[in-house]
């Protein structure tokens, strides 16, 4: 395999895991627009023992879980106090202070950034993401899974019914956390280095994104979504020069036109979104979908023997 | 006096925070509805007047255009994009079961949308900072010993009395009336007779001149534009909002000046690097402590999102 | 005369200086089927709210089995025998109809073990055994795995009481279980509520269809403006002029009464 797909293949299994940290919160009906945050305090906590004390990936990585997981657990008792838009704010705010924090840091590289002596190819992610995956499938069939997507429905009955809402918050706030805290973990040791720059708004922006338009109500959503968008700008690759060209010259601009390669993959991103609220606002994967797809395997089931 | 000219500078700096919360805070209040798109009709509007200007109509159909033809073509053309955000937004809104999440529906409509201008705009002009060919900025006064750069002043003035203006709309008006109605029950609106597909936009409108008059000022005054102008503005602008009070536009005012005054002196004792934290951690310590900020009601946007 | 299960004492609620519930006081015999009725308005459901501390009442006392409750949070009220059903529909749409009635089990299964054991991953749980056996038993057997949200109106509100019930209570809530079904279907309620109260359960039930309030209590508390007007046996509750005034009015009355007399 080619260093080009084995990058693509890190990145994926790193917004899996990036994209069930947010989903589990979301799952509850919190939405965290903070998550650019918790990955940044998984990567330097990574990079900084890796730089440090040169500790193996076996060793950083759940340290990085653990620092994430905590931060996460502290936050969530305040913020999860907020709603609606107040709770968006205050996930953003924690970003970006977070995001501050570390810039005026010189023991964490400050505007420089810190390079990651310890580098996993992309099996290493690829194994996590896949039991990343199978924990929250897990979580999600249990009894606390059900009580997160009864207190999303509806917060008041789920207090009458017994459900402690303000644990089953900050639980799944907090081992969200943790999960974007080893997708920041695997980040630092994919790409070797980290700088603060690489943790802003728009990561937090993308990979809530991933989550909503993926669907939140099943754990086929994040999976559906992270690799949806992550495998979309890599297909868009090869179209897009000449839609590129095309549309600078519908500016008025002649001649040849460089822009970031990024900028694409986000307009598409951000027209994806429009188009998704306008005409399936609870994302890709819905349960009535995944109800829907489960009788009608086993009516072929039974077709077949029939025919047999 | 330094003091005292710092004061002066954060002012200056905060009327455009102002202007953009207040923007922010329109949609909130009346709507419930934090729009992300905000920051980026703000830098689409410092962006459009400095292409007209410096490069003319599209399709190469005419030269540059004069300074203050372009400014006002890019104020409207903020109106226009703000009118195609509501179109995509609320138009197609039905909350479909009530719960937490699925009324965000246009909160992330707008997140699409900020992705998709922004980005448009990286693409059509390039990612670099642009310079603006307006009114010579050096203009200085000076008054009493302070020294005050005249587009400032104007600038200050102008925000000042739009947001009066403003607040005299909603007061007073029919308009304002149908939309403070919406304001407080959008259903009991709706049965009182207020058109609420009708009147919708007018916060779209508002908020569109809102942001395009913020993204001009900012042109003339500091002669730059890129197309990352939004997001710094943006979230300063957010910050004052929550500051003030969610929904309250003069809270919006007194909000963006307090961010615009730490921001300076911040900068000032600590440094560059320290604002970024000095901003968000006051939001975040009002957002505990007193959620409903200096002047807002406590209702607004505490309901389900 | 059993002792009561649920016995309130002077309770009083008013939001923003409007009396709502005004110095209700009444017991709800051990075992019995007692309506709690009263014209729209009359505080019926406020009072439900109030006895599962979803408000706390301005003054008075909610006694559970003789022990005052009025402190213990609204979460753990379910915890000590009672369940109940609400007036508009408030299932959780998105589950399935299965999981709504395994989350109506919440209250007995708190603690981190029964929180993470998986409801039906590899095989069936006695979770999920026993909420398909309470689904079955209403009739409702062949809805399990449908998501609420794409159900029809009658089979939720039938839902919302098995949901109630799978918390095993003592006693039993529902507010308006009848409302919006059609005859027949009521007639199915009936008898099921029968059985269940023929179980042990005890019941209070807000409910506008008289006919079926008839022919399930046979005790009845009627409210009117929050204030109680009547605390009797069911078959007496028309011949009642406190009552007779507050739904048809205080010139009606006194012919209405004399009309009942008539017919009895």
Known sequence: MGGYWSGILSILAINVIFAYGIFLPVATGQLNLGGAGFQA?????????????????????????????????????????????????????????????????????????????????????????????????????????????????????????????????????????????????????????VEI?????????NVLLFVLLGGTQT??????????????????????????????????????????????????LGLVTVLMMVFRPEGLVTRPLTEKLRPRRRARLAGGEVAA | MLLLQQLVNSVMLGSVYVTVAVAFTLTIGILNFLNFTIP????????????????????????????????????????????????FT?????????????????????????LIIENLVRI?????????????????????????????????????????????????????????????????ATILGVDVNRIVPVVFVLTGLLCGLAGVLFAIN?????????????????????????????????????????????????????????????????LFVRPQGLFGHNAIGKGKL | MTAPILSLDGVSKSFGGLDVISNVGFDVAAGGRTALIGPNGAGKTTLFNLIFGVYRQDSGAIRLEGRDISTVPSRRRIGLGMARSFQNIRLMPHLSVIENIMLGQQARANGLGAMLTPLSLFGRTKWRVEAEALLASMGLGTYPCEVVATLPYGIRKKIEVVRALAASPKLLLLDEPAAGLNPSETANLRDFLVEIADGGVTLLVVEHDMGFVRSLCDHAVVLNFGRKI?????????????????????????????EGAHAA
């Open chain 1, 41 to 193: 305090l998984g990567a330097y906590v990574a990079a900084y023992l890796s730089y440090n004390y040169d500790w193996p990936v076996g060793a950083t990585l759940p340290l990085a879980i653990l620092v994430a997981g905590v931060v996460g657990f502290l936050v969530a008792f305040p913020i999860l106090r907020l709603r609606g838009v107040y709770l968006v704010l205050g996930t953003f705010a924690f970003a970006e202070v977070v995001a501050g924090l570390i810039l005026n840091s010189e023991t964490l590289g400050g505007a420089m950034g810190l390079p990651v002596p310890a580098f996993v190819d992309y099996g290493v992610p690829i194994v996590l993401a896949a039991l990343v995956t199978l924990f929250v499938f897990f979580l999600m069939s249990t009894r606390f899974g059900l009580v997160m997507r009864a207190v999303h429905d509806d917060e008041v009955v789920s207090d009458l019914m017994g459900v402690d809402i303000r644990g089953v918050k900050v639980a799944a706030f907090a081992i969200g956390a943790g999960l974007c805290g080893l997708a920041g973990g695997l980040y630092a040791h994919t790409f070797t280095y």
């Open chain 1, 197 to 205: 720059q690489a943790f802003n708004a728009l990561v937090s922006i």
């Open chain 1, 219 to 268: 754990a086929f959503g994040p999976l559906f979504g992270a690799a949806f968008f992550t495998l979309l700008p890599e297909a868009l690759r090869i179209l897009l020069p000449d839609l590129q060209q095309a549309v600078a010259s519908l500016f008025g601009i002649k001649g040849e036109v460089r822009a970031p390669d990024d900028s694409w993959r986000f307009v598409i």
């Open chain 2, 40 to 87: 980026t009709l703000f830098m689409l509007a410092g962006m459009i007047g400095w292409a007209l200007a410096e490069r003319g109509l599209p399709f190469g159909l005419s030269g540059p255009l004069p300074w203050p033809l372009a400014l006002l073509v890019a104020v409207a053309v903020a109106i226009l994009a703000s009118l195609v955000v509501e179109r």
């Open chain 2, 90 to 114: 609320f138009r197609y809104l039905k909350a479909r079961y009530g719960d937490a999440t699925e009324h965000a529906i246009p909160l992330v409509s707008s997140l699409g949308f900020l």
């Open chain 2, 124 to 188: 059509a002009y390039g990612t670099d900072s642009q310079r603006f060919p307006g009114p010579e900025a050096n203009l200085t006064v000076e008054i009493g010993g302070l020294f005050v750069r005249l587009p400032q002043i104007v600038s200050l003035v102008a925000v000042l009395a739009i947001v009066a203006a403003l607040s005299l709309l909603l007061k007073r008006s029919r308009i304002g009336r149908g939309l403070r109605a919406i304001a407080e029950n959008p259903d009991a």
């Open chain 2, 222 to 286: 500091y002669g730059e534009v890129s197309p990352a102008m939004g997001d710094d503005v943006g979230t300063k602008a957010i910050a004052g909002m929550v500051v003030g009070g969610l929904g309250s536009i003069w809270g919006a005012v007194a909000g963006g000046l307090i961010v615009g005054l730490t921001e300076t002196m911040t900068i000032n004792y600590f440094g560059a690097d320290t604002v970024q934290v000095a901003v968000w951690g006051l939001l975040l310590l009002v």
């Open chain 3, 230 to 258: 009547y605390d009797g046996p069911t078959a007496r509750v028309q011949d009642d002029p406190d009552v007779l005034e507050a739904y048809l009015g205080p010139r009606h009355a006194p012919a209405a009464a004399g």
